[in-house]
């Protein structure tokens, strides 16, 4: 990848720099790393959703048609939370929805792209859907920095 900006960079100034020095296979380990985390960070998803967030943690992967089920639920959410917002609901209403989009979209970017810039846009989403995501971009450096050393990263 060429060292263009991401908006990922933003957030966590030089993460995709770090992605893209690692192997596809390391990428995805990182990747799946972040589902069980974001696995641990929801009470109340949407059961599809969580089905979806599990079986990439669990499986470390998302068939296809998942992927595709991934991007659908993540366009239903996003058309909720659009709506909710322009009927000036409250924040927490609409946040519900805009959260599990950015999840959603995640998981679909993350399973159907194979470079880092699929990975670094799927973490990007990922962490529009937390309220504060350091403790993510915390576990990615530090597995980063773990697979570096021929470690498997915790988490």
């Not at 499986?59 to 709506?83: I, M």
């Not at 999840?103 to 993350?110: D, H, K, T």
């Amino acid at each position: 990848m060429s060292q263009q900006f991401h908006l990922l960079d933003q957030q966590a100034p030089g993460l995709v720099a770090e992605l893209c020095s690692l192997s596809v296979v390391q990428q995805r380990v990182i990747l799946v790393s972040v589902c069980r985390f974001m696995n641990t960070q929801f009470t109340d998803l949407d059961p599809a959703a969580r089905g979806l967030l599990r079986e990439a943690a669990v499986k470390s992967a998302l068939s296809d048609d998942q992927v595709g089920q991934a991007h659908s639920l993540a366009e239903r959410a996003d058309t909720q939370y659009l709506a909710l917002q322009e009927r000036s609901a409250p924040e927490a209403e609409w946040l519900y929805y805009f959260s599990q989009a950015r999840l959603l979209s995640g998981l679909a970017i993350g399973f159907k792209c194979h470079d880092c810039t699929g990975i670094a846009d799927a973490l990007y989403e990922f962490s529009g859907s937390l309220a504060n995501p350091s403790e993510m971009f915390a576990l990615v450096r530090s597995s980063i920095k773990q697979l570096r050393n021929n470690e498997l990263p915790r988490g």
